[in-house]
């Protein structure tokens, strides 16, 4: 049936369609919802779970039409699949704990354990412990997270707190920025990479949020980046605490070393607050990275770097000014904050922009011996600027617009 003929229809009719060919959790939904359901090829299941899933709901927003929805649920609907295989359903879990709670949770494919008692890959795989991401799992979840069952990795990684996150931030990703990845081969499946982008976004950090959870989503057996962050996020109460259990790192050079000698993961944005900053005259213009530390880093570790170019994050709070006063009060609160600049946007929520995140080909490391000069290092960072920025110019080129 054609959808314009679904969308003549009276809402109980939709009903009765829905009945007739059994579609769960039809009564829960809206008539667009229903219209989005029985005019796709997506899961009933998934779709119905209007709750959990469709986090836009009927709300008619700017650039996000029913088809981005139906896309969104598609999506997420081939990437439960593709996460259901990652564990064994049908074999569960025999660790206990003292207190005698046994664990239940579904065994990882090709072990004898779970995620969280298993040999501790969790903190670099990114396994949905149930098998699945979302709400339905969150009771087993949270009896694990009270019951204390398991221990956080040694930089505050609490893969539970995570998946959690996992879930809710997908409504972002998928639902209201609908993140286009490209070159999700170029990152590595296993060991560790440091992955450098360009830095935006005026208030919240969200490249580092889409950035992670586009290796999450998209790379055949999902990853954690480990991001690291300015000092303010490490600062702020409840801030700090969540930014460290979803798996983000202190922007210490030593717990980087230590990262990438661990195998994981390594998200940077060289351009620091003054990327963060940006205003929007000055948006996906790469900034200097740093004196190249990030170089010495991946040298120094043998590790390759993946430079990565993400549209979006500068445009979702575009910067009308920046003000260096508003940068002086924040150093009053914070004395050990670096920043001098504090951008100023207009909007106090997101605009829906639709992102793209182009991975380009990994710069391999020298050698396993080999050191970097100071000068080495700024020219292997002026090299990998020049292949963001041009990314960056081939994205917006292509595009016909922001929404």
Known sequence: ???????????????????????????????????????????PEVVGDAAGEDLTGSINLPGISPEDRAEARARRTALNDRLARLVDKDAHCTWTSCEGH?????????????????????ADTAIPLTGSLGF??????????????????????????????????????????????????HVPTHGGAVIVGNHGGAALPYDAAMLTLSVMNELETPRRVRVIGTEIFNMLPFVSHLYRKVGAAYAARDDARELLERGHLLGVFPEGERGFMKPVWEAYRVGRLGR???????????????????????EVHPAVMVSKRLAQLVRLVFPEQRVEEIAIAL???PLPIRWR?????????????ETLDSLEQLERAEDIRGSIQRALDDILASRTTAF
């Not at 579904?106 to 779970?114: D, E, K, R, S």
């Not at 979840?141 to 009270?146: A, N, Q, Y």
Request: charged content about 20%; hydrophobic content about 40%.
């Open 1 to 43: 049936m054609k959808r314009s003929d679904l969308q003549a229809m009276t809402k109980k009719e939709l009903l009765d369609i829905a009945r007739s060919e059994n579609l769960r959790g039809r009564s829960t939904m809206t008539k667009i919802q229903l219209v989005d359901a029985l005019s796709t090829n997506v899961d």
């Open 102 to 122: 046994p664990c239940g949770l579904p065994l990882v494919v090709g072990t004898q354990a779970c995620g969280l008692h298993g040999d501790g890959s969790i």
């Open 136 to 185: 339905g799992s969150w009771p087993a979840l949270w009896r694990h997270l009270t019951l204390a069952t398991y221990d956080p990795d040694a930089f505050g990684l609490d893969p539970v707190i995570a998946e959690m996150a996992w879930h809710v931030l997908n409504g972002l990703y998928y639902d209201y920025f609908r993140v286009e990845v490209e070159g999700i081969e």
């Open 292 to 314: 190249g530390g990030f170089a010495d880093l991946a040298e120094q570790a043998n590790v390759p770097i993946v430079p990565v170019a993400i549209v979006g994050s500068e």
């Open 347 to 349: 909007n106090p929520f």
């Open 357 to 369: 995140i182009r991975f380009l080909p990994p710069v391999q490391p020298t050698g396993p011996d």
